[in-house]
């Protein structure tokens, strides 16, 4: 069986350092940090007190007071985003055959919020059940391609992905497949996030996986630096149109990438710890390359997953460097978690985003905050560090790994007919 071509016909994104995809990328290229004391909640005491919210985000802008309060916030980043994909890709709604466009979502946790506050409501009460009818359906993770599909009539597939923070590569790699196989013609997929909670920065906390730079919040993710010492908690979305090449030709629409192979792979090593020789990563990446067929030297630019965690930068460089040999030295390598911190289930989505906008403006975004060499890094390798480098990128890595061992990994070319 061949299997179709599969192209990026429609963008969104609602990110710590832009609401739509024009700011997004004026955040990436100018090394912007979306890194800022956190406002939602008293941060007090908390040992972390920043993070990377959105800015500038009301709901009342985009939904009617009532429509807000049936949506946890990460489903609104959903509806927001996908609706700028859906627009950008120019897909007209009355045409299209709803029954063949899927919406595959990510989400590593779902609702967070809303589960916090209804258990803290109903603690803090005479011990009557007197829950909000809307808790399960805010909080359950698959309500956010739920309400998109409602909104517009989709009715192909349907459902959420869960691998904490691969969710929305994992949503990726699921979409590629089923275009390619022929069940669907468009899929929304991507990811949201909106775990800036009292809940997600205490459970983190616990864990010591967030950075405390509290005094300097604004440099606190520092991917690949000797003084990183955990991740920044970032929230928000990212929106593709994923499209059956003939089919988006047909209607004359604008191809920002081809998608040409997904890998998955397992650590098989700890809850959250990834394996210290980055064995997993190696795999998912040479499954990527073999399944898009690609060589790795034709690969030009990596996202990275660079968390910022010591042992995580460390493992991933290490598996870079074995999978690519020589040629790893002349990959612009880089993390945009220095930028709009670590967005969990989101974080494929808006990273696979910022690999097809160094295509399309040949230019690769930095990895800012890096002050200083770790010396378990192998200092040959071109991390991009603290400025964007002019680079033609034909093909373009995005990876993507998940508490429990779970490792995404997306491939994109350059759209050539």
């Known amino acids: 069986m061949e299997l179709k071509r599969v192209v990026v016909t429609g963008l969104g994104a609602l990110t710590p350092i832009g609401n739509n995809i024009e700011e997004y990328w004026e955040g990436l290229s100018t090394g912007k940090s979306g890194c800022a004391p956190i406002t939602y909640f008293d941060t007090e005491k908390f040992k972390t007190k920043f993070a990377c919210e959105l800015k500038n985000f009301n709901a009342q802008d985009y939904f009617d007071r009532k429509e807000a309060r049936k949506l946890d916030r990460f489903a609104q980043y959903a509806l927001v985003s996908s609706d700028q994909a859906i627009k950008d890709a120019g897909i007209d709604l009355d045409v299209v055959d709803k029954f063949r466009v899927g919406v595959i979502w990510g989400a590593g946790i779902g609702g967070l919020e809303t589960f916090q506050d209804e258990v803290i409501n109903f603690a803090e009460g005479d011990g009557t059940p007197r829950f909000n009818p809307f808790f399960i359906p805010k909080m359950i993770a698959d309500i956010a391609p739920g309400n998109i599909s ?223 060499v770790d010396e378990n890094i192998d200092s040959s390798l071109n991390l991009t560090l603290n400025k964007a480098q002019k680079r033609e990128v034909n093909v373009a890595m995005s990876n993507t790994f998940g508490f429990g061992g779970h490792n995404a990994c997306v491939l994109f070319k350059k759209y050539s007919e």
Request: with cysteine.
């Open 150 to 372: 409602i909104k517009h009539g989709f009715m192909g597939p349907n459902y959420t992905t869960v691998s904490a923070c691969a969710s929305s590569a994992n949503a990726l790699i699921d979409a590629l497949n089923y275009i390619r196989l022929g069940h669907c013609d468009i899929i929304v997929t991507g990811g949201s996030e909106a775990a800036v909670t009292k809940a997600g920065m205490g459970g983190f906390n616990a864990m010591h996986a967030l950075s405390t730079r509290n005094e300097d919040p604004a440099t606190a993710s520092r991917p690949f630096d000797a003084t990183r010492d955990g991740f920044v908690l970032g929230e928000g979305a990212g929106a593709l149109i994923l499209e059956e090449y003939e089919h988006a030709k047909a209607r004359g629409a604008k191809i920002y990438a081809e998608v040409v192979g997904g890998g998955m792979s397992s650590d098989a090593h700890h809850m959250t710890a990834p394996h210290p020789d980055g064995i997993g990563v190696e795999r998912v990446m040479l499954n990527c390359l073999r399944d898009a067929n690609i060589k790795p030297e034709e690969v030009d630019a990596i996202n990275t997953h660079g968390t910022s965690t010591p042992l995580g930068d460390v493992a991933e460089l290490k598996a870079i460097t074995k999978v690519f040999g020589e040629h790893a030295k002349d990959i612009n390598i880089n993390s945009t978690k220095s930028m709009t911190g670590h967005l969990l289930g989101a974080a494929g989505a808006i990273e696979a985003i910022a690999s097809i906008l160094a295509m399309e403006h040949g230019l690769v975004p930095p990895t800012i905050n890096h002050t200083t």
